[in-house]
């Protein structure tokens, strides 16, 4: 049985929905996924669209089981796996905090790129400069509803300057719409799929929008349209803004022209937009590396306050510390390869587990109680588990890399 979808939602709940939208979508919208975006496109041309259409249906399938699944118990990721199998919510929380910390250090590298890009400064000063930013929202009581306003306000940055280059280069649309459902090759756009599928939703990203609405109490069988249509446009907002990227590109190397492989969307932006081209690139990338930022803080954090009540209590000091540690590890060693390698292995086995704990629970009562799971969606997420075990396995891949380097 479905519940009523016409609920008249008051200031705060409008603020919460788009809240827990974009700090999901703007997680997963960080330096990787425009570099991923960019050089796919490059790769593929317009048969890169139906790698996208793909991976927002496997997205949106993963995301519903788990937004649902822990707003109806009322309980985060790591408390319902652990109740599927003793130890298994511990076992994922230590791997996502880790993965998410790894990660971070790149999210600070990123933004010290785009101000490097905008304004000429040192990238260490540039990183410094976005982690006293993050610590500062999170230094207020009302962290997570500045979180809220600045996500929303970044995420619709990006999409808006993304939309008017896209704009600006007139992109082939007819050939993109023709090849979103009949791609040249699909079974060479298996990779991309798996790559950008374990991108959007893979490690903390997941997890980040609903365990915002439980923070301020959105739980319960009663809120589920509420939580449904955050997962779905969630899913769509952080889709649109892969598909203005990838148009964007595509307007470009459509023409023939080859992007620079050091920094594919700065030289992409370059072609567009001529001289400026590179400050919006960097614009775009202080965006979506600052609100990644902030995404991963606060997701992984809040991975620990299971653990003991301090960090419950002083949950914005732990993601101040987090924050912290992750800008001073970029500033005094540079950038990670290594960790980062060994984070993208993480992040590749993370969903698959999570999921599937996610997907035994929502047949438990013991978990759920009288909530009945809808079957398509179910198989939607055993979809999705299954395409995530191939990114597991592709990302393990990188630890050969890692050890052979």
Do not use: C
């Not at 803080?297 to 992750?326: D, G």
């Amino acid at each position: 049985m479905e519940y009523p979808t016409k609920v008249k939602m008051t200031g705060g709940q409008k603020r919460l929905l788009f809240g827990a939208i974009f700090l999901m979508a703007t997680s997963a919208i960080g330096p990787a996924f425009l570099t991923q975006t960019t050089v796919f496109t490059e790769q593929f041309l317009s048969s890169f669209a139906f790698a996208i259409l793909v991976s927002i249906i496997i997205d949106i399938g993963a995301q519903l089981n788990i937004w649902r699944i822990l707003t109806v118990t009322g309980k985060r990721g790591q408390d319902v796996a652990n109740e599927v199998f003793k130890g298994l919510g511990t076992v994922i929380a230590v791997l996502i905090v880790l993965g998410g910390l790894a990660f971070n250090i790149g999210n600070v590298a990123g933004a010290g790129l785009g101000l490097n890009a905008m304004f000429g400064l040192d990238v260490k000063i540039g990183a410094v400069i976005t982690g006293l930013a993050a610590i500062l929202i999170f230094s207020s009581k009302k962290g997570a509803k500045v979180m809220d306003v600045i996500t929303q306000i970044l995420g619709a940055l990006m999409l808006i300057t993304v939309a008017v280059v896209m704009i600006k280069v007139n992109p082939p649309y007819g050939e993109a719409a023709y090849r979103m459902f009949a791609p040249k090759d699909a079974a060479a756009l298996v990779l991309p799929i798996i790559t950008i599928v374990g991108g959007t939703v893979g490690g903390y990203i997941t997890f980040a929008g609903a365990h915002r609405l439980i923070e301020d109490g959105m739980t319960g069988k009663e809120n589920l349209p509420f939580v449904t249509r955050a997962a779905n446009m969630g899913i769509l907002t952080t889709g649109f803004m892969r598909l203005f990227l990838f148009l964007a590109v595509l307007g470009v190397v459509a023409t023939g022209v080859k992007l620079n492989p050091d920094n594919p969307l700065a030289s992409a932006f370059q072609f567009a937009l001529g001289d400026i081209g590179p400050k919006i690139f960097g614009l775009v990338l202080l965006a979506a590396a600052l609100t990644s930022v902030i995404g991963a803080a606060y997701t992984s954090a809040s991975f620990l306050r299971s653990f003991h009540p301090f960090f419950e209590k002083y949950n914005n000091i732990v993601i101040i510390i987090f924050i912290v540690f992750s800008t001073l590890v970029f500033v005094s060693i540079g950038k990670p390869v290594k960790l980062l390698i060994l984070a993208g292995a993480f992040n590749g086995l993370i969903l698959p587990i999570t999921l599937s704990a996610i997907l035994i629970a929502s047949q438990k009562k013991s978990i759920v109680g009288d909530y009945k799971h809808p079957k398509w969606m179910l198989g939607f997420g055993i979809l999705a588990v299954i395409v995530t075990i191939f990114a597991g396995y592709m990302s393990l891949q990188g630890l050969g890399q890692l050890w052979n380097s």
